[in-house]
Nanobody, 128 residues
């Protein structure tokens, strides 16, 4: 079983920055790929970014490319910690953000159904 805990949301003005954090713990094979998703009210959860924990390969949605950066600290046998640095935030970035973990291959353009383990979500609000 994998546990995922995400945090770091808040309220900022347009152009501001926030950093989201995510800790995934549990059996190591189930969390080699960490992903960030967001969900606007009434909309489906959409993929934002993902990172292969071992290789460091990163992938971004077009809407956040160049503004968001996903990273991970060195992995140990007990847990991964991943971050989503969000710069130059726009009103359209306001959403509930979720961290997720999965095993197997790691790439981009995921649907939410392709991730197994989820955090509880953290709210990001960007105002003009």
């Amino acid at each position: 079983q994998i546990q995922v805990v995400d945090s770091g949301g808040g309220s900022v003005q347009t152009g501001g920055s926030l950093r989201l954090s995510c800790v995934a713990s549990g059996y190591i094979a189930g969390r080699n790929c960490m992903g960030w998703f967001r969900q606007h009210p009434g909309k489906e959860r959409e993929w934002v970014a993902s990172i292969h924990v071992g290789a460091g390969s990163t992938y971004y949605a077009d809407s956040v490319q160049g503004r968001f950066t996903v990273s991970t600290v060195s992995q140990n046998s007990d847990k991964n910690t991943a971050y989503l640095q969000m710069n130059n935030l726009e009103v359209e970035d306001s959403a509930m953000y979720f961290c997720a973990a999965r095993g197997g291959a790691c790439y981009g353009h995921y649907t939410s159904q392709e991730f197994t383990y989820w955090g509880q979500g953290t709210q990001v609000t960007v105002s003009s």
